[in-house]
């Protein structure tokens, strides 16, 4: 494996930052006294791992314990999900130079560059394969002894200054009791007597215990089955911050607690399920699920939970809750987000891309409602939308962009954090919003390149920050989307059109033929096919000039649109050569009227300029099915036809 090139370090926590983390780290002190805490010594290293890495700004930490022989390391306990070497995996000391010399120094010891230092022996290809630059390996003493260490590991190069040594090299003294009971509750699980003498010492500590997890970041519960039904004996005060609920909420039977309303109805069960699964099989597991705050919004929830057997049997069940709900929709925004550029990528339709963009806000905020709006040509569509009740889609079907946002069409965002007191909405529309559950609303306009495309409205029970990172992602994919759709329906039009007149070119003609027969065969009509071509014109491209003949083109244009049917084609073929298309016709006698009517309105005086110009047309027709079961049948015959009319003119001009 490629050895990478060695980084530049990065300078140590100044003095002051490292300071403020101290003063967050001062509930270290207490770990040493909960050694004897219900919490299991595992579980409490754990958290002192996730600790460590939020106080010394590094990315993953773990305690390992030494093996009796001295000659290899077991992890217990880590923090770091992205760098797992796995609970109870040996880590052999042979060859790993650094790490024998913290053992004999009982020393701490940083590795600027873990990944080509030859001091690390094996430990570089293991650096090397997590990403690891820089760590920190500090050793855990029982009086002289030395029982395990802690490390810290970097994924950035650092030098690790005195202060964090210091602070690290206090946790590991602090952390050494709970070690030595790790290994001590291995061999109480196997024994007893020396378990009931254990959970007695550990209920004495309940208090200091209780503290010291109210403290933590995260959420630490504790629960006992009672005839396969869980009861909530125990539940940190951080549930307050965290779901505004009270501590005294939660406790008690499942009939009492609040937890059954809290959990999201769909993992109720699969929670419960799990729950009962571990207090048979006693492990320990995470479990991920959803839970609704107070106010009503969403938190993910990942929950570190372990089963045991007491000495009475009753099954006791102990969690530490962390809200990851910033990250798990961090996640899913970056996925949804790539979708949705994907989509547009493959020219999917922009309102199946819009409907994706709606579903993916909704999932972001699942508590809220939203409507997009398309400006094109002049005119406000209603696009997509999820959550919305039908009660409010007539505000935005009814014409108006961003109904709820003042300046929306000027390309301003517009805020009402409370719909209730807002006297600039019509008391009908305040009214039905409340009346849906909404209190206030976000509308964002959908912009590109300065050009206002539509808006995005956003509608919660709760009030909304104006910098929702969703909804603004979600109106950038929509302006990328509606700006998209209109480059790619101008390019359609360029392609089919003919740029002097406008008119549909030959191979939009084709396209209509092909349609029109096909509907006149399902229907026993008929389909008129008039070949047109404007007599002498390059005289007047030659008399007068190309922009004279083009300006007579574009007249000729008009004329033959505004002749027709709204179901019938008129296209430029080419030069001077028009086609039209005259479609469900149910006689030869209208198709011939037609046609009649056209030459009367192509054969008259033009005027270009200060000028009149005398234009007259030859007109061949052909009938389908009659004269042809074929586009180029019916050219051919319509050709003749022209031509023979041409003919008849020039004979009578020549007399």
């Known amino acids: 494996m490629k050895a990478r090139p060695r980084p530049t370090p990065i300078t140590a ?15 270290l002190k207490q770990i040493v006294a909960t050694s004897g805490a219900p919490l299991e010594p595992l ?5 002192i791992c996730s600790e460590l890495v939020a106080v010394v700004g590094v990315q993953h930490a773990g305690f390992a314990r030494m093996s009796e022989d001295g000659h290899y390391l077991t992890v217990v306990a880590e923090f770091g999900l992205e760098h797992r070497t796995g609970l109870n995996e040996r880590i052999p000391l042979k060859g790993n130079v650094i790490t024998q010399k913290v053992i004999k120094t009982r020393k701490p010891i940083a590795v600027l560059d873990a990944q080509n230092d030859p001091r690390m022996g094996a430990g570089r290809e293991a650096a090397k ?21 802690l490390g810290l590991d970097s994924y950035e190069p650092r030098r690790f200054g005195r202060n964090e040594i210091a602070l690290v090299e206090a946790v590991s003294r602090a952390a050494s009791p709970l070690l030595e009971n790790a290994h001590l509750f291995d061999q109480l699980k196997s ?5 009931q003498r254990a959970e007695e010492e550990l209920r004495k500590s309940r208090t200091l215990y209780q503290e010291l997890v109210n403290s933590l970041e995260g959420v630490v519960w504790e629960a006992e089955f009672h005839k396969d039904s869980l009861v909530f004996t125990f539940v940190s005060r951080q549930i307050e911050r965290v779901l505004g609920y009270g501590m005294s909420e939660f406790l008690g039977p499942r009939e009492k607690s609040v937890w059954p309303r809290v959990l999201y109805p769909s993992d109720f069960e699969q929670v419960a399920q799990r729950l009962r699964t571990l207090a048979i099989t006693l492990e320990t597991a995470e479990v991920e699920y959803r839970a609704l705050d107070r106010d009503g919004r969403l938190h993910w929830f990942q929950d570190r939970i372990s089963a045991l057997r007491e000495v009475d049997g009753t099954v006791r069940l102990r969690g530490l809750i962390v809200d990851v709900t910033d990250h798990k929709r961090a996640v899913r925004l970056e996925r949804d987000r790539n979708l949705a550029l994907e989509l547009i990528a493959r020219g999917a339709e922009l309102e199946d891309i819009l409907e994706v963009l709606m579903e993916m806000l909704a999932s972001q905020l699942p508590e809220v409602a939203c409507a997009i709006q398309v400006l094109k040509s002049g005119r406000v569509r209603f696009a997509a939308s999820a959550n919305l009740p039908e009660t409010l889609r007539k505000l935005f079907e009814g014409g108006t962009m961003g109904p709820l946002g003042y300046r929306v069409q000027e390309g301003e965002a517009s805020v009402l954090d409370d719909l209730e007191q807002n006297q600039r909405l019509k008391a009908a529309t305040r009214q039905t919003l409340l009346r849906a559950g909404y209190r206030s609303a976000l509308t964002l306009p959908v ?9 995005l409205t956003v509608l919660s029970p709760t009030p909304l920050e104006p910098d929702v990172r969703a909804a603004h992602i979600v ?21 089919t059109h003919d740029p ?5 070119n030959r191979m939009l003609y084709q396209q209509r033929l092909a349609q029109a027969m096909q509907r006149a065969e399902e229907k026993g009509r008929l389909v008129g096919v008039l070949y047109i071509d404007l007599d002498n014109f390059k005289k007047v491209n030659d008399t007068f000039s190309h922009a004279t003949g083009d300006e007579l083109l574009r007249s000729v244009a008009r004329q033959l649109a505004s002749a027709v049917r709204p179901s019938d084609t008129v296209a430029r073929l080419g030069g001077d050569e028009f086609g039209v298309i005259l479609a469900d016709l149910p006689s030869v006698e209208m198709a011939e009227r037609i046609a009649r009517k056209l030459g009367a ?17 030859s007109i061949g027709l052909a009938l389908y099915p009659r004269d042809g079961t074929d586009a180029d049948a019916l050219y051919r015959h319509a050709d003749r036809e022209m031509y023979a009319v041409k003919g008849k003119l020039s004979d009578q001009v020549g007399h």
Request: overall charge negative.
């Open 601 to 617: 309105e192509v054969n008259t005086s033009v005027r270009i300029g200060n000028r009149a110009l005398e234009v007259t047309a």
């Open 43 to 47: 579980t409490v290293l754990n958290v």
């Open 191 to 195: 024994e007893l007597a020396e378990r």
């Open 500 to 504: 002097l007149t406008k008119l549909p």
């Open 13 to 27: 926590l100044s003095k002051s930052e490292l300071e403020r983390r101290l003063r967050e780290a001062t509930m």
């Open 475 to 495: 109106a950038d994919l929509a302006a990328i989307a509606v700006d998209r759709q209109g480059l790619i329906e101008q390019l359609e039009y360029q392609a």
């Open 447 to 455: 912009i590109s390149k300065d050009n206002v495309l539509g808006a």
């Open 129 to 149: 394969h997590f990403g690891v630059v820089s760590m920190l390996i500090v050793p855990i003493l029982a009086g002289e002894r030395v029982v395990g260490t």
